[in-house]
């Protein structure tokens, strides 16, 4: 069965850094997309972006460029999600999920996610 | 950038009622590349239904999807207690792939 297993919550300070990590298995990693979602709290799911596991091209969403970086090591089929100089507004719950076939260009939607990981910017 | 509009913003049912929300597009969403996802408090997200009207693997025939251009719905039948949630509806034809603000569907 497809997984995807997500680093645990982080609790940073403003100004500081975080790098949370999304690890894939039962599929073969670098055939699919992979997306990240933000959900902050009492809000909806916002779309971060996504990074080509075959080529390892970040794309970012309008709001999410400049502190954001998304990188990946296929050998342990990971993707990362780095967040630099830190907020309170960054306060969030980030999860991965599974794209398009890179392939094909083709998704039935995003079946599989990750458990999603808590980060808490406070002082 | 395609703006989905769920309506209405919570929805008060008892178990065993039905009921419907609604997706409105700013644009067509070309190929009915619209999915729908119940999210619930520490979980998650679950796709119940994409392609607008197809049923994701192991979702329950009472989740229903249909549509197509601008407008789409999501029909519960009968809804059981695990199915109070918040629900998104989610385009996936054009970057920036987009949610809409959630429909919450409380118990009344």
């Known amino acids: 069965q497809v997984q995807l297993v997500q680093s645990g919550s982080e609790l940073k300070k403003p100004g500081a850094s975080v790098k949370i990590s999304c690890k894939a298995s039962?599929?073969?990693?670098?055939?699919?997309?992979m997306n990240w979602v933000r959900q902050a709290p009492g809000q909806g799911l916002e779309w971060m972006g996504w990074?080509?596991?075959?080529?390892?091209?970040?794309t970012y969403a309008q709001d999410f460029t400049g502190r954001f970086v998304f990188s990946l090591d296929t050998s342990v089929s990971t993707v990362y999600l780095q967040i630099s100089s830190l907020k309170a507004d960054d306060t969030a719950i980030y999860y991965c999920?599974?794209?398009?076939?890179?392939?094909?260009?083709?998704?039935?939607?995003?079946?599989?996610w990750g458990q999603g990981t808590l980060v808490t910017v406070s002082s | 950038e395609i703006v989905l509009t769920q309506s209405p913003g919570t929805l008060s049912l008892s178990p065993g009622e039905g009921g419907t929300l609604s997706c409105r597009a700013s644009?067509?969403?070309?190929?009915?590349?619209l999915a729908w996802y119940q999210h619930k408090p520490g979980q998650a997200p679950r796709l119940l239904i994409y392609?607008?009207?197809s049923r994701a693997t192991g979702i329950p025939d009472s989740f229903s999807g249909s549509g197509s251009g601008t407008d789409f719905t999501l029909t519960i039948s009968r809804l059981e207690p695990e199915d109070f949630a918040v629900y998104y509806c989610?385009?996936?034809?054009?970057?920036?792939?987009?949610f809409g603000q959630g429909t919450k569907v409380e118990i009344k």
């Open positions: 039962k599929y073969t990693f670098t055939r699919y997309a």
């Open positions: 990074i080509n596991t075959n080529t390892g091209n970040p």
């Open positions: 999920t599974r794209g398009a076939d890179l392939r094909s260009g083709y998704t039935s939607g995003w079946y599989y």
């Open positions: 989610h385009q996936y034809v054009t970057s920036p792939w987009t």
């Open positions: 392609g607008a009207s």
């Open positions: 644009q067509s969403v070309s190929n009915n590349f």
